[in-house]
Structure formats: C-alpha cells, structure tokens
C-alpha cells in the first residue's frame, strides 16, 4: 500500500512569489493534515481538511490557505512568501479523525524563500 | 503551558542497550491519543507507536514499547537492543477529543538520540 506522497521534494522561491504544494493521502483516509517545521520552532499544525472541508487551521496567517479535492488529495497554497516562511512542510493523512487514528505523514517539501 | 514536555534534548545510548525518552503531556480531555514518531535526517515522521488514554496495557511495537502512566500523565518511549539506525529526532504528540474537533496533533520538542557502537 502506497503511504503518504508529496510533491515537490525541495521548492525554490523569492519573497513576494506564491508557492503550491501537493499531498495525496493514503488510499481510503478522508483526513489531511498540513504541518510546518521550521527551525527552532518545532511542528506547528497549519491546516486539517477532512471530507473536502477544512475542519480547523492553527495560529497562521490567512495567506497560508488550501483546498481538499474530491479524491482527498490537498494543495497548501502560501501567497506573498515571505523569508520566515523557509521550512519543511509536512503532509499527514489519517483514516478518519478520531483522536484513536494515526496520523502517517508523507515525506515533506522543503520550500526555501531567498 | 506546554502541553506536551520532552525535557531531554538528546540522549546518548550504545549499541544494544535500551533507552528511554521522556515525554509528560497536559490535557483535561478524558479521550486522547499519544504517539510516538521518529525524524531522521531525511525528514520524514515515521509512526512508531500509539496508546490510548483508555487503554489498559502498555503498548508495544517490536523493539518500541510506551511506558503509560496515567496519574503521573507521562507516556515514556522504551527502545530496547538499540541499532545505529535508531539515531533520529523523535517526537511525543497528542491528539484530544474523541471524534473530530480539534483533530490536530500537538508534538513536543522532540529528542535527539544518538546510538554509538
């Protein structure tokens, strides 16, 4: 079974630019999950889409935004980079969104903003 | 206050030998979930273990085992027969609620283990 897959592996941008990132969930989960971890501040929840709806953001600005697709796949979009933005980010998915469910995580982008 | 602590920002074990990783949580919530996960260098979390805060026994994964304590609210990972492979960051996260709500997970700050020959 396929896990968690992102795309792109590393993502180069100037501030000011947009940036998108892709996620694909495990087959059969309806959860998404997107994480950034950047230095020094740890894992920090961003965005939770469950069932093409976005359930429950964390402490972020509005310029971080995504969407669920109808085959559960997400995109994190992330308008007016700016150079704090520079981090992993982390896609999960989960088989439903109990707090009993693992939540297994893709691989991650690594986005740098110059 | 944080609600999840990992007061241990790395760890040293030989081969072989067990180690274990603190992790003490904070919640108000009868229904949560913990788990453990490793970061290596590459980046990517891999899932290692969970508990549930209304199971009875201790979880265990192979080598991985969580020591549960609920009074004490801490959820130590045990790793016994460590293997140079086991060097990694590893985090202890919750997850609240029964269903839904706050689906999020909350991880602390992470470990840093180093396994030497």
């Known amino acids: 079974e396929a896990g968690v897959t992102q795309s792109p592996t590393h993502l180069i941008k100037t501030r000011g630019q947009q940036a998108t990132l892709r996620c694909s969930p495990i087959s059969g989960h309806t959860s998404v999950y997107w994480y950034q971890q950047a230095l020094g501040l740890g894992l920090q929840f961003l965005l939770w889409?469950?069932?093409?709806?976005?359930?429950n953001r964390g402490n972020f600005p509005p310029r971080f935004s995504g969407r669920q697709f109808p085959n559960y796949s997400s995109e994190l979009n992330v308008n007016a980079l700016e150079l704090e933005d520079s981090a992993l980010y982390l896609c999960a998915s989960s088989l439903r969104a109990y707090s009993t469910d693992t939540q297994y995580f893709g691989p991650g982008t690594r986005l740098t903003v110059l | 206050a944080q609600k999840i602590t990992q007061t241990q920002p790395g760890m040293f074990v030989q081969e072989k030998e067990a180690v274990t990783l603190d992790c003490t949580y904070d919640?108000?919530?009868?229904?949560?979930?913990l788990f453990w996960y490793k970061q290596p260098s590459s980046g990517e979390m891999i899932f290692l273990i969970y508990?549930?805060?209304?199971?009875?026994q201790n979880a265990t994964e192979g080598r991985y085992s969580l020591n549960f304590q609920k009074a004490r609210k801490s959820a130590n990972l045990v790793i016994s027969a460590s293997q140079l492979g086991d060097s990694a960051m590893y985090f202890c996260?919750?997850?609240?609620?029964?269903?839904?709500?706050?689906?999020?997970?909350?991880f602390g700050t992470g470990t840093r283990l180093q396994v030497t020959l």
């Open positions: 919640t108000s919530d009868p229904s949560y979930g």
């Open positions: 889409y469950d069932e093409g709806e976005e359930r």
């Open positions: 508990q549930g805060s209304y199971d009875q």
């Open positions: 996260a919750m997850r609240e609620g029964a269903t839904g709500t706050a689906s999020k997970l909350t």
